[in-house]
């Protein structure tokens, strides 16, 4: 591959955000982890060639802060990994606009500003990979995270087609994914969703950072515009 | 309970700051009308769908579709009606789809794209 520079991830504190870090440091790059959750450091500290910012993205100078920091780093910016996110879930009859509202902003609106914030520095040939998700096809129970996973496939397939062909746009969509957010799950309830996967197992972390991994490497070259669903099938089962 | 509830996707002329307002204004009333009983259009542009237009838009479309499939998930057991027409251009007559979905009492959870536009190209 071309010698990487700087990848930039959001999200960097959680489980998914740390495990794309530790694959792309594989690959060589430089990392910049981004969170709004000052632990963030300490999951930089874990890896190599990888520094921390602390910012919210919703905030009128989050990107602009993310920006500087690139910029700080002075590399070249190959790969904006685009995972930061939350769930408010709740049935539509008691799913309130203010729930409804932040979901949307901070999976949505904040990786579309980060994302233009920082289009004057993603070199040629860079690559944006942007966290959808299955539940983007309809989920019970998560309209507001239906709506901005769903939102991100329309925004990754536009910009794919503005920015080509300077730099590629593409998405992974994971399933279910062991992360404590499942963990919690009741067991019951955990392995009926797992009984309905045909890999007949939980996603990992490190599945979703390798299908990450491989839209932000040349190896993926001619690939653009594209939905990678990340989810042992469960999205062609019954 | 009344009649249909029609929502028209809204162009954005490119302000990401449009985007949370309209999806929220959206849900808001989606969910007051199927818990009202009635019933549910979204019309989309293809266009915004397929991601030939501006970033912003294509979210917006391609949100709204999502929040239509949630709805209709959800409220599958309820009875919900929950369906989107694409249509290519502003302009593009849309009644007619509108008044088909709707007749069909068992449709839920469907996009129906009104013109060939779609053909050959990956569809959401």
């Known amino acids: ?238 | 309970m009344s009649g249909p509830l029609v929502i028209r996707q809204q162009p954005t002329a490119g302000d990401i700051g449009a985007i949370d307002g309209q999806l929220t204004d959206a849900f808001a009333q989606m969910r007051s009308a199927v818990l009202d009983g009635r019933p549910v259009v979204v019309v989309l542009e293809d266009r915004d769908l397929l991601g030939q237009g501006h970033p912003a838009d294509a979210a917006v479309a391609t949100a709204l579709l999502g929040i239509v499939r949630a709805f209709a998930l959800e409220g599958a057991r309820d009875g919900w009606r929950v369906n989107a027409v694409a249509r290519r251009g502003e302009d593009a007559p849309v009644d007619d789809a509108i008044g088909g979905v709707l007749a069909v009492p068992t449709l839920s959870g469907q996009l129906i794209r009104l013109g060939t536009e779609h053909l050959g190209k990956v569809v959401v």
């Open chain 1, 1 to 238: 591959m071309n010698a990487p520079g700087l990848a930039v991830i959001t999200g960097g504190a959680g489980g998914i955000g740390a495990e794309i870090g530790r694959r792309l440091a594989r690959d060589g790059y430089d990392l910049l982890l981004v969170d709004r959750d000052e632990r963030v450091a300490d999951v930089a500290a874990g890896l190599p060639n990888a520094t921390a910012a602390v910012a919210d993205l919703l905030d009128a100078d989050g990107p602009a802060a993310v920006r500087d920091a690139v910029r700080d780093h002075g590399g070249v910016l190959r790969a904006l990994v685009n995972n930061a996110g939350i769930t408010r879930d709740a049935r539509v009859r008691d799913l309130d606009d203010d729930a409804f509202s932040l979901v949307v902003r901070v999976n949505l609106v904040g990786s579309m500003r980060l994302t233009y914030g920082l289009a004057g520095d993603l070199a040629d040939g860079a690559a944006v990979v942007n966290m959808s998700s299955r539940a983007g096809l309809g989920n019970f129970g998560q309209a507001n995270y239906v709506a901005a996973k769903a939102g991100l496939v329309g925004f990754t397939r536009a910009l794919a087609l503005a920015w080509a062909p300077r730099v590629r746009v593409n998405a992974v969509a994971p399933g279910l994914i062991d992360t404590p957010m499942t963990q919690a799950m009741p067991d019951r309830v955990r392995r009926k969703l797992v009984d309905r996967i045909p890999a007949g197992r939980i996603g990992t972390p490190a599945d979703v950072a390798e299908a990450v991994a491989f839209l932000a490497s040349p190896a993926s070259d001619y690939v653009t515009g594209q939905l990678l669903l990340c989810c042992g099938g469960r999205s062609i089962a019954a």
